[in-house]
C-alpha cells in the first residue's frame, strides 16, 4: 500500500489519524520527519498561560495547540480546551506539528503536571508508552482520567488527587484494565490503585486478585467496608494507609502484610488476622489507635508468625479465637 503525503491533511486531519491509529500511523503516511518526544517540565502548563496571556486573553482562549516554552519560544506542546472557568481538560494529542516538522508524544516525565491545580479531566493517546512517576500527582481537582492503549506501567502515584473518582483504560491495553474505574492488571491478579474519591462505601475486591499493590487504597475517602477475594494473599506497602473512614476490612485468607499496609487507619474498629497470616511488617498498624485486634488461632500458632518489632506501636492485646 502507497503510503499518504502528510502535507496533503490539514493539522486536525493528521491528528484524528493519530488518535485512531497510535503507532501505526507511521504505516499509513509518508512522514520524512517525524521525531519521538515526551511531555516535560521546559514546557509550561495551562495553569501557567495567565502570566503569558493576561487574565481577560485566557478566557477568551478555548483551544490551545501549542505552548509556550520557559524560553518564551513556541513549541510541540499540549491541546487543551476549557470546560469552565478555572476548570480544564488536558487531552495530550498524540501528533503535533511545529516547522514542518512532526512530533509524537511517547511519554510524559515524571512530576510534570505535578500540583497541577486546574486539571480535571486527563486523556492520555495511544502513543504514550511511557508516565514517569507523580506525573500527576497532588492534582487536588482531577476527577478522571482515560488511558491509552500504549502505557505500560501504572503505580498508584502516578495520578493522585482527593478528587479522583474513576480511571478508565483502553480495552486495547495489553497490560491493564479497569472495572469501574478502579485499575488491575490485565491478568486481574493485582488490584493497582483505586481512586481516592470513588464515591462507594463498600468494595469487594474480585477473587482473580492476589496482590493489593503499594499505595492502592490510600487515601481512599469514602470506602467505609472492605471485604478482600478469597486469593489475596499479599497487601502491599501502605496499600490502606490512612483511609480515614475505613471502619471494616474483612481479610479472608491474607497471609503477607507489607510495612505500613493499614497505617493510620483511625477508625477501622476491629481487625481478625486470619489463619493463614505468615509475616506482619513494620508499622502495619501505626496509629489505628481504636482497632481492636483478634487471631483467628491459637496463641501457640500465633507465636510461629513473623512478626517485626515495630509491627505493633500501639502494643495492643491480641484475642485469640481458638
Same mark, same amino acid.
Given at each position: 500500500?502507497?503510503?499518504?503525503?502528510?502535507?496533503?491533511?490539514?493539522?486536525?486531519?493528521?491528528?484524528?489519524?493519530?488518535?485512531?491509529?497510535?503507532?501505526?500511523?507511521?504505516?499509513?503516511?509518508?512522514?520524512? @520527519?517525524?521525531? #519521538?518526544?515526551?511531555?516535560?517540565?521546559? &514546557?509550561?502548563?495551562?495553569? #501557567?498561560?495567565?502570566?503569558?496571556?493576561?487574565?481577560?486573553?485566557?478566557?477568551?482562549?478555548?483551544?490551545?495547540?501549542?505552548?509556550?516554552?520557559?524560553?518564551?519560544?513556541?513549541?510541540?506542546?499540549?491541546?487543551?480546551?476549557? /470546560?469552565?472557568?478555572? =476548570?480544564?481538560?488536558? @487531552?495530550?494529542?498524540?501528533?503535533?506539528?511545529?516547522?514542518?516538522?512532526?512530533?509524537?508524544?511517547? $511519554? +510524559?516525565?515524571?512530576? /510534570?503536571?505535578?500540583?497541577?491545580?486546574?486539571?480535571? +479531566? !486527563?486523556?492520555?493517546? #495511544?502513543? %504514550?508508552?511511557?508516565?514517569?512517576?507523580?506525573?500527576?500527582?497532588?492534582?487536588?481537582?482531577?476527577?478522571? %482520567?482515560?488511558? $491509552?492503549?500504549?502505557?505500560?506501567?501504572?503505580?498508584?502515584?502516578?495520578?493522585?488527587?482527593?478528587?479522583?473518582?474513576?480511571?478508565?483504560?483502553?480495552?486495547?491495553? *495489553?497490560?491493564?484494565? #479497569?472495572?469501574? $474505574? %478502579?485499575? &488491575?492488571?490485565?491478568?486481574?491478579?493485582?488490584? %493497582?490503585?483505586?481512586?481516592?474519591?470513588?464515591?462507594?462505601?463498600?468494595?469487594?475486591?474480585?477473587?482473580?486478585?492476589?496482590?493489593?499493590?503499594?499505595?492502592?487504597?490510600?487515601?481512599?475517602?469514602?470506602?467505609?467496608? !472492605? /471485604?478482600?477475594?478469597?486469593?489475596?494473599?499479599?497487601?502491599?506497602?501502605?496499600?490502606?494507609?490512612?483511609?480515614?473512614?475505613?471502619?471494616?476490612?474483612?481479610?479472608?485468607?491474607?497471609?503477607?502484610?507489607?510495612?505500613?499496609?493499614?497505617?493510620?487507619?483511625?477508625?477501622? +474498629?476491629?481487625?481478625?488476622? *486470619? =489463619?493463614?497470616?505468615?509475616?506482619? $511488617?513494620?508499622?502495619?498498624?501505626?496509629?489505628?489507635?481504636?482497632?481492636?485486634?483478634?487471631? @483467628?488461632?491459637?496463641?501457640?500458632?500465633?507465636?510461629?508468625?513473623?512478626?517485626? @518489632?515495630?509491627?505493633?506501636?500501639?502494643?495492643?492485646?491480641?484475642?485469640?479465637?481458638?
Amino acid at each position: 500500500m502507497e503510503k499518504l503525503n502528510p502535507n496533503l491533511y490539514t493539522y486536525d486531519e493528521l491528528a484524528d489519524y493519530a488518535e485512531t491509529f497510535g503507532f501505526d500511523v507511521r504505516e499509513i503516511f509518508d512522514f520524512k @520527519d517525524i521525531e #519521538d518526544v515526551k511531555a516535560t517540565k521546559n &514546557y509550561l502548563i495551562l495553569s #501557567d498561560l495567565e502570566d503569558i496571556y493576561g487574565e481577560q486573553e485566557r478566557k477568551n482562549v478555548e483551544c490551545i495547540d501549542i505552548i509556550i516554552r520557559k524560553d518564551n519560544k513556541q513549541g510541540p506542546g499540549y491541546h487543551y480546551f476549557t /470546560t469552565g472557568h478555572y =476548570s480544564y481538560t488536558l @487531552d495530550i494529542r498524540p501528533m503535533y506539528k511545529y516547522n514542518q516538522k512532526y512530533y509524537r508524544v511517547v $511519554g +510524559i516525565e515524571a512530576g /510534570t503536571f505535578y500540583n497541577s491545580s486546574y486539571l480535571t +479531566i !486527563v486523556a492520555i493517546p #495511544d502513543t %504514550v508508552t511511557d508516565i514517569g512517576n507523580r506525573a500527576f500527582f497532588e492534582c487536588e481537582f482531577l476527577e478522571s %482520567v482515560y488511558i $491509552g492503549a500504549g502505557l505500560k506501567y501504572i503505580n498508584s502515584e502516578m495520578f493522585k488527587g482527593k478528587s479522583l473518582q474513576r480511571i478508565k483504560i483502553s480495552k486495547k491495553n *495489553p497490560y491493564y484494565c #479497569d472495572v469501574d $474505574g %478502579v485499575v &488491575y492488571t490485565k491478568d486481574m491478579k493485582t488490584l %493497582v490503585k483505586y481512586p481516592e474519591n470513588k464515591q462507594d462505601k463498600e468494595f469487594v475486591v474480585p477473587d482473580t486478585v492476589e496482590n493489593i499493590a503499594d499505595k492502592a487504597f490510600h487515601c481512599v475517602k469514602n470506602l467505609e467496608k !472492605v /471485604t478482600l477475594g478469597k486469593n489475596t494473599k499479599k497487601l502491599g506497602e501502605a496499600s490502606f494507609a490512612e483511609c480515614k473512614n475505613l471502619k471494616v476490612l474483612n481479610l479472608v485468607n491474607v497471609e503477607y502484610f507489607a510495612e505500613g499496609s493499614i497505617w493510620g487507619c483511625e477508625n477501622l +474498629i476491629e481487625l481478625i488476622f *486470619p =489463619s493463614t497470616t505468615k509475616y506482619i $511488617g513494620k508499622n502495619t498498624f501505626k496509629y489505628c489507635k481504636n482497632t481492636v485486634f483478634k487471631y @483467628d488461632g491459637t496463641q501457640t500458632t500465633w507465636s510461629l508468625i513473623f512478626k517485626n @518489632d515495630d509491627w505493633n506501636q500501639e502494643n495492643k492485646e491480641i484475642i485469640f479465637l481458638k
